[in-house]
C-alpha cells in the first residue's frame, strides 16, 4: 500500500490522466445508459468533478478540490491555469478569421456590459445586506464579477479581508454555477452558433465557468467564448477599483 | 512531426500571455489583459498563413489537434480542484450575489445577440465520445 502510494505521488501528472479518463468514460455510460444521451457526458464528468472537489475540500480542508489529496496533487497541474490556457487556446485551431471579426464588435460591448451588470447586482446585494461603506459595496461588486477581480479590487481599495474573502466566494459561486446552467439554459438563450457564444463569454467573463460551461453543451464553441471571456478578468481589474469605486464613492 | 504543431501552439500561448501581461501593465492594472484570446488569434493566423502550412498540416496538426480534443478533459480536471466548499460555505449573499449575476447575464445574451450581423447556428453535433461508449457496450 506504502508503495502504490508512493508511485502515484511521484506520478501525479500521469494518474491524473488515468484519473480523469475513467471519470469521462463512466460520465458518457452513465449518460448513455441512464439519460440517453440527453445529458452531455462532458456535463456529468464536470458535476462529478466538482462534487468531488466539495468532499475532498471538506476532507483536506484545502482550497483545491482533490487536488490537495497526496496522491491526486496530479489533477491540479492537470486543471491549472497552464493546462487550461493551452487547451483553450488549441481549440482556436479551425476557426474562422472572418467569424471573429464579424462578432468583434457585440463582444466587446459584451464584456462592458456584462462587467457592469454584475457589478451593479453585486453592490446592490452588498447594500441591501446592510454594507455602507464604499470600500465594501464596491469589492463585493467586483467579486460577482469574477473570483479574480474581487481580490483585486479589494485589495486595491483597501477593504477588510473578510469581505475579500466575501467577494472570493461570490465569484466561485458564479464561475461554478455557469459551468453547471450552462447546459441547461443553452437552447432557451439561443447558444447554438459562434455570435451568441461570443456574446456569452463577454457577459458570463469567468474563463473557467465558460470552459466548462460551453464544453458541455457543445465543444465547437469554447474557441468563440473563450475569446471574449478572456478579456473580462482584465477589463474588470481595471474598471473596479477605478471608475466603479468612483462611482459608489459618489453614491453613499 | 507533431512536435512542429504543439511548438506553435506553445509559443503562440506564450507570446500571448506576454502581450496580455504587458497590456496590464500599460493599463496599470493587476491582471493579464486578454493574453489567451490574443494567442488564440495568433494561432488563427498562422494556420491561415501560407508560410506556416507545413506546422499546421499532415502530423503537425495532428499535434494541435491533440491537444484540442484533451480539452474536455482538462475542463473536468479544473472542475475537480475548484474551492467549491468555499462557494457552499460563502453563506446568502455569496450565493444570492452569484445567482443573480448568472441569472441576468443569460437573460442578456439573446439581447445583445441581436446586436449586428448574424452568425448561422452550428449543424447538430456528431458526438464521437458517445458513439464509441454505445459501439464498445
Known sequence: ?252 | MIIYGVALLAACLVAGLYIGELLGQLLGVQANVGGVGIAMVLLVLASGSERLQSLVTGPSGEGIKFWSAMYIPIVVAMAASQNVVAAVDGGLLALIVGVLAVVVSFALVPLISRIGPQSEPLPPLEDPGASSVKRGV
Request: glycine letters at 16%; proline letters at 2%.
Open chain 1, 1 to 252: 500500500m506504502e508503495t502504490l502510494s508512493e508511485v502515484l505521488r511521484a506520478n501525479g501528472l500521469i494518474v491524473a490522466f488515468t484519473v480523469v479518463g475513467i471519470t469521462v468514460w463512466l460520465s458518457y455510460v452513465v449518460s448513455n445508459r441512464l439519460t440517453h444521451g440527453r445529458i452531455h457526458g462532458s456535463a456529468i464528468a464536470i458535476l462529478l468533478g466538482l462534487v468531488a472537489a466539495y468532499f475532498a475540500g471538506l476532507e483536506t480542508e484545502g482550497r483545491r478540490g482533490v487536488a490537495d489529496i497526496g496522491v491526486l496533487a496530479g489533477i491540479g497541474i492537470m486543471g491549472g491555469g497552464m493546462m487550461r490556457d493551452f487547451g483553450i487556446v488549441s481549440t482556436a485551431f479551425g476557426v474562422h478569421l472572418s467569424e471573429l471579426r464579424r462578432a468583434g464588435v457585440v463582444g466587446i460591448i459584451s464584456i462592458f456590459a456584462g462587467v457592469i451588470v454584475s457589478f451593479v447586482i453585486g453592490a446592490v446585494v452588498a447594500v441591501l445586506f446592510g454594507y455602507s461603506d464604499a470600500e465594501s459595496i464596491t469589492t463585493i461588486g467586483a467579486g460577482a464579477v469574477t473570483y479574480i477581480v474581487g481580490p483585486v479590487t479589494g485589495t486595491a481599495i483597501g477593504a477588510s479581508s473578510d469581505v475579500i474573502a466575501l467577494s472570493v466566494a461570490a465569484g466561485v459561486v458564479k464561475s461554478i454555477l455557469v459551468m453547471i446552467g450552462t447546459p441547461m439554459v443553452a437552447r432557451q438563450i439561443g447558444l447554438n452558433n459562434p455570435q451568441s457564444a461570443m456574446v456569452f463569454g463577454g457577459l458570463m467573463g469567468t474563463t473557467s465557468g465558460v470552459a466548462g460551461g460551453l464544453a458541455a453543451t457543445d465543444p465547437r464553441l469554447v474557441p468563440y467564448g473563450a475569446m471574449t471571456a478572456t478579456f473580462y478578468t482584465g477589463i474588470g481589474c481595471l474598471l473596479g477599483p477605478s471608475i466603479l469605486y468612483f462611482i459608489v464613492r459618489a453614491f453613499v
